[in-house]
């Protein structure tokens, strides 16, 4: 399947409407379907949730579905580019050429088991052109309307930033949560410093459930991501640590909480992770 | 570029690639040191060739693996390059598949490695490796900021090794003359002092001398 040059403008946004206001009798058109309890705790967030019915989609260097600990994968694709750098979606035949996917979707099953993932693979067809890939791949992404994108991944480019934030816009408004890691290094990256994602650093504790908001944004909140064991190519488990491991975990914890309550918004979403935080009502 | 410009910047590009080099070099060996690991790698991206190239190492493979390449994008390297962002795995050699890349690549199987992007305000210019750090307790986030450290340095010194190459090379291109300039005013520029104003002297007799056949 082929998709349009990703340097271009994305797709027309969706419907214009002449007014966005709400005329005076129409509060009925804005009822919201999800019912707000009066305190919002880890049981009403996730307890009881599997995941089951929510489509991941972890964009990284592909996933090795033959693992024990990732289980089945939907569906695997790989981005690449042609000649005159048009970006091309075709069925990845080749699975994960570097192990991180694998661990990533290895954490996001093991905190959300009845998940639907599928790997997007934006790794392995050269450094050059890397920048156009991850956009063509975040844009299917996208398109295909899954309900989390994992991103451990960033790109430091200013040319790819504008275009960048309208995609991450364009999630945000169609319910698709994007999850990307935090640079922990004195560069200006994207996509995580954009408020329309959910941006991941690490903290040293050893509990998966454990999650910190952090009152000094733009890293947004700190999931475990040191010394975690993870699955890897060949059937390996290996002990790794970096903010590119502590992304799926909250990964996980989107698909718990999205498999309880599906019509949330990412807005609403993000304040349920921030009121069951560790740090605020997380032990609740 | 005029010819008094071309020789002001080979006066300072000439011998310090050499320089350059030696500070990499350097980074390693720190590196290597404060960790107290078994090897240190820098690794620089050829935009040319989408290859990453040894560029500087420290410890094992010192003698042998200068200049060995792979590709970009494939690897913990190539995954740290292209995501921009650091990684630190242990007991790598469960994954034979790591194992086996690692060793046609190297010769050298580690346990462990910390690995991250080098980067140069936009650039990726390539990745600091460090392999084998004692594994003697659970890996902090404080030693991650330290390897952030040790990149920073490191790209700062990898992107003037660029700089110099390439304008080595434009000088290389741009005739003999130059570069015959260039390696004269390196040479005064070593000199002591009262040498270096005894030659300065001659060196303007000399243009003096060639002005005046250039205007008869």
Same mark, same amino acid.
């Given at each position: 399947m082929a998709q349009p040059d990703s340097n271009t403008d994305p797709e027309p946004h969706e419907e214009l409407r002449p007014a966005w206001s709400l005329p005076a009798g129409a509060s009925a058109d804005v009822a919201l379907s999800v019912e707000w309890p009066g305190e919002i705790t880890r049981d009403w967030a996730w =307890?009881?949730?599997? =995941?089951?019915g929510v489509r991941v989609c972890i964009l990284d260097s592909g996933v090795d579905a033959e693992h024990p600990l990732v289980g089945h994968v939907e569906r695997a694709v790989a981005v690449s580019l042609t000649p005159d750098g048009e970006a091309v979606i075709a069925d990845d035949?080749?699975? /994960?050429?570097?192990?991180h996917g694998t661990a990533c979707a290895g954490i996001v099953r093991s905190m959300a088991p009845d998940s639907d993932i599928t790997s997007v693979r934006v790794l392995g067809a050269g450094f050059t052109g890397s920048g156009d890939i991850l956009l063509a791949g975040l844009r299917w992404a996208v398109e295909q309307g899954f309900d989390v994108v994992n991103m451990s991944l960033s790109t430091t480019k200013r040319q790819f930033a504008g275009i960048l934030h309208e995609l991450t816009d364009r999630a945000y408004f169609r319910r698709t949560v994007l999850v990307a890691s935090a640079h922990n290094m004195p560069v200006e990256s994207y996509p995580w410093r954009f408020s329309s994602v959910i941006s991941v650093g690490s903290h040293e504790e050893q509990d998966a459930m454990t999650f910190y908001a952090n009152p000094d944004p733009p890293v947004e909140f700190f999931a475990r991501g040191v010394d975690v064991e993870v699955a890897w190519t060949g059937g390996a488990r290996i002990r790794c640590t970096g903010n590119s491991f502590a992304t799926p975990h909250m990964t996980g914890l989107c698909a718990l909480v999205l498999g309880k309550h599906? /019509?949330?918004?990412p807005f609403q979403l993000k304040s349920v992770l921030y009121l069951t935080s560790s740090n605020v009502g997380g032990g609740r | 570029m005029s010819e008094e410009l071309k020789a002001a910047v080979a006066a300072g590009v000439v011998g310090s690639q050499g320089t350059f080099r030696s500070l990499l070099e350097s980074v390693t060996e720190v590196a290597r040191a404060i960790f107290g690991a078994e090897a240190a790698s820098i690794f620089l991206l050829d935009e040319e060739t989408d290859e990453l190239v040894f560029e500087a190492i420290a410890?094992?493979?010192?003698?042998?693996?200068?200049?060995h390449r792979f590709p970009s994008s494939t690897g913990i390297a190539g995954w740290v390059l292209v995501t921009r962002q650091p990684l630190v795995i242990e007991d790598v050699t469960e994954d034979p598949r790591f194992a086996k890349d690692f060793a046609e690549t190297t010769g050298y199987i580690p346990k462990g490695l910390m690995a991250v992007p080098l980067l140069h305000e936009e650039r990726a210019l390539g990745v600091l490796e460090v392999l084998d750090r004692p594994q003697r307790t659970q890996f902090s986030l404080v030693e991650m900021d330290l390897l952030g450290l040790f990149a920073n340095q490191a790209a700062i010194a990898l992107d003037l090794l660029r700089r110099a190459r390439h304008a080595e090379a434009v000088l290389a291109s741009s005739g003999e003359g130059a570069e015959v300039v260039a390696r004269l005013a390196t040479t005064v520029e070593n000199l002591e002092e009262e040498q270096r104003d005894a030659a300065l002297r001659m060196l303007s007799g000399l243009e003096e001398v060639l002005r005046r056949n250039e205007g008869g």
């Open positions: =307890g009881g949730s599997t =995941g089951k035949t080749e699975g /994960d050429l570097c192990g599906p /019509d949330l918004t | 410890g094992y493979g010192a003698d042998t693996l200068l200049g």
